[in-house]
């Protein structure tokens, strides 16, 4: 990984839209690049996700990627960790802000340093307000959410119990007078308890990209025809009619072998085949997803 790197409050370069929020860190730690005026958005969420929240994260951070917007998040398990990822695999920047030092012995989670070297390998940054060597304690990583709200124009939640670090996020982007975004889910699940909760005070229902884009007022996402239908498209019949079947939805394999006909080993061929092209995402127990 690159040097660490400091920036004061009053340096030109320090981020712009962080330096207005109230107790805005007088000293930023980093690696890679701190692009002052940039426009970043944040996406937080549990670390205790559902298939659904995984799906949302990764079709929604896809959609926002292919945009002028930079991706924030926390680095953290879950959430976070899909939020940095579908940016990467774009090769789009994204900013992870840590509650500990940046220096690789005590960034956590330390199963992340794979994806931390990606997120500076795709022109991204790793940002703290705490000195190399910092370990994280129940403070520190509350104390970084104002920085993830600060860094961005808005802050969707995906996936968030009543008491979750996520809301601490979001309450700040409220105070910060940041637009807070949310994403509905089942009145059943402790993860939708806290979505629901900022839904009802006034944060925007998200159900994809371009609700998000819509209410920041910058452009939807325009995706030519004929890439839309080649994303759609398969080099052979098992591969079309497993895309078609996708289309809209995550499914058990199970699920696409009896609405497909197809055997079990074809279907399982095909989905090997169409994950590598990056046409369908498994977001894990082998429950996959049409990519974008």
Excluded: W
């Amino acid at each position: 990984m690159d040097d660490i790197k400091s920036i004061n409050i009053n340096d030109i370069n320090y981020p712009k839209l962080l330096k207005e929020i109230k107790n805005a860190p007088k000293v930023l730690y980093y690696k890679g690049k701190i692009l002052p005026e940039e426009k970043c958005f944040a996406v937080v969420g549990t670390r205790r996700y559902s298939v659904y929240g995984k799906q949302a994260a990764l079709e929604i951070v896809d959609g926002l990627a292919e945009t002028e917007l930079t991706i924030v998040s926390g680095l953290a398990p879950g959430i976070d960790t899909f939020a940095h990822t579908a940016a990467v695999e774009q090769n789009k920047r994204t900013i992870a802000v840590l509650g500990t030092g940046i220096d690789e012995k005590t960034i956590y989670p330390q199963s992340n340093l794979k994806l931390a070297q990606k997120i500076l390998e795709t022109n991204g940054c790793l940002i703290s307000e705490y000195p190399p060597g910092t370990r994280g304690t129940q403070f520190t990583f509350p104390q970084r959410n104002r920085i993830i709200s600060g860094l961005s124009l808005g802050t969707l939640v995906i996936e968030a119990k009543e008491r979750s670090g996520s809301l601490i996020t979001a309450n700040h982007a409220f105070s910060q007078k940041r637009k807070v975004f949310a994403i509905p889910g089942s009145i059943y699940s402790q993860n939708s308890r806290g979505t629901h909760f900022l839904i009802k005070k006034g944060a925007k229902l998200v159900e994809n990209a371009d609700d998000i884009l819509k209410e920041l007022k910058l452009p939807k996402i325009t995706e030519p025809g004929n890439a839309k239908n080649n994303a759609r498209r398969g080099e052979n019949e098992e591969e079309n009619l497993i895309l078609e079947t996708l289309r809209g939805e995550a499914l058990y394999i199970d699920k696409i072998i009896e609405k497909t006909k197809l055997s079990a080993a074809k279907t399982a061929s095909a989905l090997a085949t169409l994950e590598i092209k990056g046409k369908v995402r498994n977001l894990g127990g082998n429950i996959y997803t049409p990519s974008r």
